[in-house]
């Protein structure tokens, strides 16, 4: 499976050395890596298909200071899609009142038809970019039910149902920005950590130093804005248990296609 990383801070932090050991991770997970630096609702996006401990781009990348309040990095182990630009993460887009979206995904999604449809509109070929146009078309549909752009409550609410149902039977380890808040998921236990701090709050699929890292809540959606919680949903209790079966079933599903 993937590995995923994403801060919530109330000030720039530089976070190289939190970035190199979770980018050293890459020998286990060599598929692609990626990081966005997000600054309310603009993003920058830089990812490449090849292992990160590869990239020399990353590593000159990694030689000057990467500081952000708000960040999300990403390494790749290909369980749905092929090889390529178009299959590392982030994955961004904008809904209808233009509020762009970023989304990593540790994961896998055995079964929801609900997103069958978006495999016609996607750029590449994983699931993870399946669950963001979910989400937008989920978005969108309600801002045009209200005719107006949701307020933080009701992207909240609408986020939390959602990813309760996705989470069924699926492995959605989540972590997405929205311009303002952070979204943490996680249904699997024991893989995602947090630590908090001074300066506000880092998550990581692995801890990353010897500091106080904590197992995030699971089967629970929690938003965070400048790196305090702000909201906490409904626990699902939607656990899912790694199955090694079920992989080998959706490999023989694709290998197939």
């Not at 499976?1 to 050293?24: K, P, Q």
């Not at 540790?106 to 016609?120: C, E, S, V």
């Not at 989470?167 to 249904?187: A, P, R």
Request: proline share 4%.
């Amino acid at each position: 499976m993937c590995e995923i990383f994403a801060a919530s801070l109330h000030t720039e932090r530089r976070l190289n050395e939190y970035l190199s050991v979770f980018f050293s991770h890459s020998e286990n997970h060599p598929h692609g890596w990626g990081l966005a630096i997000n600054c309310g609702n603009a993003v920058s996006i830089e990812k490449e298909p090849m292992k990160a401990s590869k990239s020399h781009y990353l590593r000159q990348r990694l030689s000057n200071p990467v500081k952000a309040k708000n960040i999300l990095a990403h390494i790749r182990y290909a369980t749905i899609g092929n090889v390529e630009y178009n299959n590392c993460h982030p994955y961004t887009g904008t809904d209808n009142y233009s509020r762009r979206w970023t989304l990593i995904h540790n994961g896998t999604i055995f079964d929801y038809p609900k997103m069958h449809k978006f495999l016609k509109y996607q750029q590449g070929d994983t699931d993870s970019e399946r669950i963001l146009l979910f989400l937008l078309e989920q978005i969108n549909n309600k801002q045009e039910e209200l005719k107006r752009p949701l307020n933080s409550a009701e992207r909240f609410a609408l986020l939390d149902e959602n990813i309760a149902d996705i989470s069924k039977g699926n492995k959605l380890n989540l972590l997405i920005f929205d311009g303002d808040y952070l979204y943490v998921h996680t249904n699997c236990k024991g893989t995602l950590h947090y630590l908090e701090d001074g300066f506000g709050v880092m998550f990581s699929t692995q801890p990353l130093s010897d500091e106080s890292w904590k197992p995030v809540p699971f089967t629970t959606l929690l938003a965070y804005k400048n790196g305090k919680l702000r909201f906490t949903g409904k626990e699902h209790g939607n656990e899912y248990i790694d199955d090694g079966e079920a992989l080998k079933y959706l490999y023989q599903i694709f290998s197939d296609l």
